[in-house]
């Protein structure tokens, strides 16, 4: 596919929370060439509401995100949870709906920031970086439902500095699960302390993952751990470890 | 186990629990690695699955006409057959065979299904002795507790914790921990028990319709001695357990041992056709099969829940569930726990009742990644999220539908819907949240006893993006 322009959605969690994620996503494209468009009236992908049983509420919010998105050219996402729910769950949560085409044909123009990375712009990376040593947390969208799981693995081999190590853990769900951490918080709780543990146990400085919502979890439970582990996204680790700092 | 304490209560108590933790923990391990060494092609697997899946789907679409076939067989083969709708149908069904045979001491090999219409206490309470004759029931009926697994019974115990229940229950025997030696003992309590029981109880793996077939799987070598030599057999199945034909079957089991426990095929697997014929040295003079409903009609009308009933009964969504390997079999209060349980049983008792099992998911999927048939556990837990809180009773296909609803989380969800629905309210709240660093819902609850609290950015991406020039259009 020649691409030579994409739409940036943020996300609403990386707008609020981790905007130089969504930023070094924007830039690692831009530097392949790549016109980026970021449009200014996105929101959310309705995922919150949809996955605690609150259709009715997702609905015009994922609607409000189609106008968003009028021409024919990919939609690059650096989540794979909110590529995932787009992707694969639109077509049920539009279901019966007169608009179902439209959100349907924006569902199959959806990709992942670092499945659109490898598997379409083909990105060759030179590492600039210090040695570091990292661990890798794949989310469980982008294990199970987008199945794009490895492409982060292929973009951090590429970075001759970088030590991945394995955690333990690592076909294992960091227990955000977004409103379950709230409605089952000890459940979401006891899940993220055997996952921070595994995390601990690797002797890596930091963790990687493609998805904010794990990295909040996981981050903000290291914090309260007193841990010096850092968490960071993929796009931010990347572009902060290959582009020329003046 | 005590059924009025509520979930919340179950699940602290379980998350209090270390031994039970690091009990489940090092089982599912096992049974995840297990499982994994037996598919190590994902392509081959795949097609493995689908070639299930297509099987169970065709018994649905077709039920009723081969439950038809299924009895018409059964009855030719000299297996009597009858139909429960309910648990009390099915127990007094099987409790009026017994009496009609004098029946007083029965064993029985491993059936969830009897678990379902708990036949154990109904048994019990008319005086018929009943034993389970499966090693892990047959502790977990020792110790007066509950499956909480539906392959493993007694996973939730240690070693050592068997080990005392053992000897506490059979003080001829020297205490051990020797796993062998337990078993050994076992075994030579349960062969006196079967040489002398009046009927064998057993559930059925498939019941194949073509040739009126019963199949049973089972590792011991209890399930063959419950349905062989006792003079009668009485096997109960869910109607769903039906596949058209003897064809059917070997591909099914060939998944079904491997995602369970990771086996190649288990020790035993025995197909039933008939009761003893003249001529032949052993197997039961009489046979009879109880086909329960139980509410699996209603979800079988349900198009939408229908591949619920798919299930093929081997606790892999459990082994892979990172919430019930937290909190364990018993925590959920249902027959069935784990994924399958949480999209099973509320669908079969109410939604009124159960239906906040359901929050008991991250969504994570992993469930629906390894279920041999297919079942989209995930969405289908998502599904009766919905039915709960908007769905209409009207429409009463899932009792109690809708009877989740709260105004209070309704609310909380319309002003989301305005702020994220509306780019121009959002502009205004994201501008907010990031210069004010408010944001922080206070229904935020317990995140903060395990976490800090995320603050929002001093700017938003919508600001650097439009700061480093990207195009908005």
């Given at each position: 596919m020649a691409v030579n322009e994409v739409y940036f959605m943020g996300t609403c969690l990386v707008d609020l929370f981790y905007p130089k994620a969504g930023l070094a996503g924007m830039q690692l494209l831009k530097r392949e060439g790549i016109k980026v468009i970021y449009p200014s009236k996105q929101t959310c992908c309705g995922q919150p509401a949809f996955n605690s049983g609150y259709r009715k509420e997702s609905l015009p919010v994922a609607r409000s995100l189609i106008k968003c998105f009028p021409k024919d050219i990919p939609i690059v996402i650096p989540s794979g949870s909110c590529a995932g729910m787009i992707k694969h769950h639109w077509s049920e949560l539009f279901e019966g709906e007169s608009d179902i085409e439209t959100a349907l044909s924006v569902a199959e123009r959806v990709y992942e920031l670092t499945e659109f990375l490898v598997d379409e712009l083909n990105v060759e990376l030179t590492d600039l970086g210090e040695p570091t040593k990292i661990t890798i947390h794949t989310s469980c969208a982008s294990r199970n439902?987008?199945?794009?799981?490895e492409r982060i693995e292929d973009l951090v081999a590429q970075l001759s500095k970088v030590e991945v190590l394995e955690q333990e853990?690592?076909?294992?769900?960091?227990?955000?699960g977004g409103t379950f951490a709230v409605k089952q918080a000890d459940i979401s709780g006891a899940m993220v302390k055997d996952k921070t543990d595994a995390l601990k146990a690797t002797d890596a400085s930091s963790v990687i993952s493609q998805d904010c919502g794990c990295l909040m979890n996981i981050g903000c439970a290291l914090e309260k751990q007193n841990s010096k582990l850092k968490t960071q996204h993929i796009a931010e680790f990347l572009w902060d470890r290959t582009h020329a700092k003046n | 186990m005590p059924r009025t304490e509520t979930f919340t209560d179950r699940i602290n108590d379980a998350l209090d629990n270390e031994q039970l933790h690091s009990n489940f923990r090092s089982a599912m391990n096992y049974l995840m690695e297990k499982r994994r060494d037996k598919f190590p092609d994902q392509e081959k697997l795949d097609n493995l699955r689908n070639i299930a899946s297509s099987i169970r789907a065709n018994s649905l679409s077709n039920l009723a006409d081969l439950l038809i076939k299924l009895e018409e067989n059964l009855e030719s083969n000299n297996i009597t057959v009858h139909w429960a709708e309910t648990d009390l149908e099915a127990n007094n069904i099987i409790y009026q065979i017994l009496k009609d045979a004098n029946a007083k001491t029965i064993v029985k090999g491993k059936s969830m299904v009897t678990e379902e219409i708990e036949l154990n206490e109904f048994l019990e309470d008319k005086d018929i002795e009943i034993l389970e004759t499966d090693l892990g029931e047959f502790l977990i009926q020792l110790a007066n507790e509950k499956p909480s697994h539906i392959v493993m019974p007694a996973i939730h115990k240690s070693r050592k914790e068997i080990s005392k229940v053992f000897a506490e229950h059979f003080p001829e025997f020297p205490y051990t921990e020797d796993v062998d030696l337990i078993t050994q003992q076992a075994r030579k309590i349960l062969r006196d028990k079967f040489r002398q029981a009046d009927a064998g109880i057993s559930g059925v793996n498939f019941a194949v319709a073509e040739t009126g077939t019963l199949c049973l799987v089972e590792n011991e070598g209890n399930g063959r001695m419950c349905t062989t030599v006792p003079p009668l057999h009485i096997a109960v199945t869910g109607i769903e357990k039906v596949v058209e034909k003897l064809s059917d079957v070997a591909p099914l089991l060939d998944i079904l041992t491997k995602s369970a426990t990771g086996q190649e095929i288990t020790t035993y697997f025995n197909m039933i056709s008939s009761p003893r014929r003249e001529g032949e040295k052993d197997g039961p003079k009489s046979m009879h099969v109880v086909l329960l409903d139980n509410g699996r009609s209603k979800i079988h009308q349900n198009n939408e829940m229908q591949e619920t009933l798919k299930c093929i009964r081997c606790g892999s969504c459990m082994n892979h569930c990172p919430v019930y390997t937290q909190v364990g079999g018993h925590a959920y209060g249902t027959v069935y726990p784990g994924p399958i349980g949480i999209t099973l049983e509320p669908q079969k008792q109410g939604i009124t009742q159960?239906?906040?099992?359901?929050?008991?998911?991250?969504?994570?999927g992993a469930c629906g990644e390894v279920c041999p048939v297919q079942i989209p556990l995930p969405k289908l837990i998502n599904k009766l999220r919905s039915e709960a809180v908007e769905g209409n009773n009207a429409n009463e296909l899932i009792e109690g539908a809708g009877s989740k609803r709260s105004s209070l989380e309704l609310l909380a969800w319309k002003n989301w819907r305005l702020l994220y629905g509306n780019p121009f309210f959002y502009s205004i709240f994201s501008k907010a949240a990031t210069t004010?660093?408010?944001?922080?819902?206070?229904?935020?609850?317990?995140?903060g006893k395990y976490r800090t609290t995320p603050i929002p950015s001093k700017h938003s991406l919508k600001e650097m993006a439009n700061k480093a020039g990207f195009d908005n259009e």
């Open positions: 439902e987008m199945k794009i799981a853990r690592k076909s294992e769900c960091c227990g955000f | 159960l239906g906040e099992l359901t929050s008991a998911c991250s969504l994570c004010l660093g408010f944001i922080t819902p206070k229904t935020i609850g317990k995140w």
